[in-house]
């Protein structure tokens, strides 16, 4: 007798290969079978019309600090993620001295936008090494597999003090320090280190994050100590202005070259240099060719922000009265606001100088759309708070006022920052078609007062299933793809042998809810949360963690160590 048996699914097993039908056969943990199973299962479960593929695995997520205090790790599980690598983007919070620990709080909240409360209230802080962070991470079970990178700006720190937020180039003895601990980290089970050179990650006081100068001889030292530790990948984050994409990704091709190790960056459209992304895809493309794993990580649809009543900020978050009554909850402040005194004052004052939200110039009310219910992703130009006031003979700032201000004040706002310039989604189609881009940046357990991303596995699906992309190969890119960019190879395939990481999923029935607010990280903190539909079970190394959405409460998760 098998542990589960899976009966009559659709197989789509994460190698791309067309789908069939067929059973899947778990043992302790393990996948045994695959095709025709003749023997029982302890829980027979029927997958009738269902699809049967691999767990994803999420190679972009911070959850480096809800794995601390929480076994389960929403949204990217309700998400059929069921591995997932963290410490992305140069932040995190280990190695760490006492004494810098606001330091990397600092950067945190700032990058990532998880509040600064929350983390005070939620780390417990029992460790300073990145080895002692391992090692407290793997006290706790969790619904699923959790890899960790060595973040640069907490290095850096480390080594640095001072110096290193004051952007100061390291010393040929301080890029030997961190040489040493990069070692020491992968030979603890980093699965590589990550580094960010770009303006946009700052603190909430507006300082920068500390990699953002760091020299090439660093990196390469950074690299050069992954390998010397015994392996791992190099992420990393970059504008591309020195002075172009050419000349940056040349030095990551030094980089690459220099350490044998392979690269990972962030590619998204931006919408003030609108080619750029292309010539970073070519040039990937042409480094895979001449054989450097070099691979840019995209989004499938726009990285955008919600602004609303219910989130950490909104148009007018910055305007003196507003503030008068920020604190209302959210169907009282919406009340407050319609009052005609109120809204007109408002509708006055300067949004921009009283406001904390270093994006807020980056908002234009030709981007700025209804979000709606279901969740609209590509809005049409029509649809813009721009075109609607142009069609009824009004202000912009009178539509948004409006639309946030209705009901109980729950409404949405989405304001796409990339890959949208042409008010489509063709630059994630055209990565879709790359093999060597990977699908990534939903940013799970972060950016949690207006940005709700961690859904992405399923929009993928749901989205660009629906528009002639194969389903196989949309199951490969989140499964044995990304599992094979980690360096893992005991997952993302559905054939006995790998780790029993499972989904059961009604395609038909796939959809996304609206985010909602919920307060329920350490001190009192609210974070926006998007669930899916259509996900029937998801199993974790042979065990169900999820049936139709919710949580069983097993926790078969483990912290993951590269090369162990």
Not at 195 to 223: F, M, Y
Request: glycine content about 12%; proline content about 7%.
């Amino acid at each position: 007798m098998f542990d589960i048996v899976i009966r009559g699914g659709t197989i789509l097993d994460g190698t791309g290969a067309p789908g069939f039908q067929g059973d899947v056969a778990i043992q302790s943990g393990k996948i045994v079978q695959v095709g025709e199973v003749r023997g029982k299962g302890a829980e027979e479960m029927d997958a009738t019309g269902l699809l049967v593929t691999p767990g994803f695995v999420d190679i972009h997520t911070h959850y480096d600090g809800q794995a601390v205090w929480d076994s389960h790790l929403a949204p990217s599980a309700w998400h059929g993620v069921t591995t997932a690598l963290m410490g992305n983007c140069g932040v995190g919070f280990a190695p760490c001295r006492a004494e810098d620990r606001d330091t990397l709080i600092a950067l945190m909240e700032g990058v990532e936008d998880i509040p600064g409360p929350v983390l005070h209230e939620g780390l417990n802080w029992s460790w300073e090494s990145f080895p002692e962070y391992l090692n407290a991470l793997e006290r706790k079970a969790r619904d699923i597999d959790i890899g960790a990178l060595l973040p640069h700006g907490a290095l850096r720190v480390h080594v640095m003090g001072e110096r290193a937020l004051s952007l100061e180039n390291a010393t040929p003895d301080e890029i030997a320090r961190m040489r040493a601990l990069t070692a020491e980290a992968a030979a603890a089970g980093a699965f590589g280190a990550s580094t960010s050179r770009t303006i946009s990650h700052k603190t909430l006081a507006g300082d920068p994050t500390p990699t953002l100068k760091a020299q090439e001889d660093e990196l390469i030292g950074l690299a050069a100590g992954l390998t010397e530790g015994g392996g791992g990948l190099l992420e990393m984050v970059s504008d591309w202005n020195t002075p172009d994409p050419g000349t940056e990704f040349a030095m990551v091709r030094r980089v690459a070259v220099a350490s044998g190790r392979p690269i990972v960056f962030s590619l998204t459209a931006r919408h003030d240099r609108t080619e750029a992304w292309k010539e970073l895809l070519a040039l990937s493309d042409e480094a895979a060719e001449n054989g450097l794993d070099i691979r840019p990580v995209f989004p499938p649809r726009p990285i955008g922000i919600l602004l609303g009543l219910v989130g950490s900020q909104n148009p007018f978050s910055g305007c003196p009265s507003y503030k008068e009554v920020a604190h209302l909850p959210p169907a009282e402040r919406a009340a407050a606001l319609r009052e005609p005194g109120r809204r007109a004052r408002i509708l006055s004052e300067d949004r921009i100088a009283g406001s904390n939200f270093p994006l807020i110039t980056r908002l234009h009310w030709a981007r700025m759309f209804p979000f709606g219910a279901p969740p609209d992703y590509a809005p049409p130009r029509e649809k813009s708070l721009e075109a609607q006031a142009e069609r009824e003979g009004r202000q912009p700032e009178e539509v948004a006022y409006d639309l946030l201000t209705e009901g109980d004040g729950t409404n949405f706002i989405f304001a796409p920052l990339t890959n949208f310039a042409d008010y489509t989604l063709d630059a994630s189609a055209e990565c879709l078609r790359h093999r060597n881009a990977i699908i990534g940046l939903s940013d799970g357990g972060a950016h949690v007062g207006f940005i709700s991303d961690g859904s992405f596995p399923t929009f993928v699906l749901m989205h660009w299933g629906q528009r002639g992309f194969p389903m196989e190969e949309l199951i490969r890119r989140q499964t044995s793809d990304t599992a094979r960019a980690m360096g893992l190879t005991d997952r993302g395939v559905l054939a006995p042998g790998m780790l029993a990481d499972v989904n059961l999923i009604a395609e038909k029935e796939l959809g996304l809810l609206p985010p909602r607010m919920v307060h329920d990280l350490p001190a009192g903190g609210r974070r926006l949360l998007q669930a899916p539909s259509g996900y029937r079970a998801t199993i974790k190394r042979g065990v169900v963690t999820y049936r139709n959405g919710v949580a069983t409460g097993a926790l078969p998760g483990q912290l993951l160590r590269r090369g162990r």
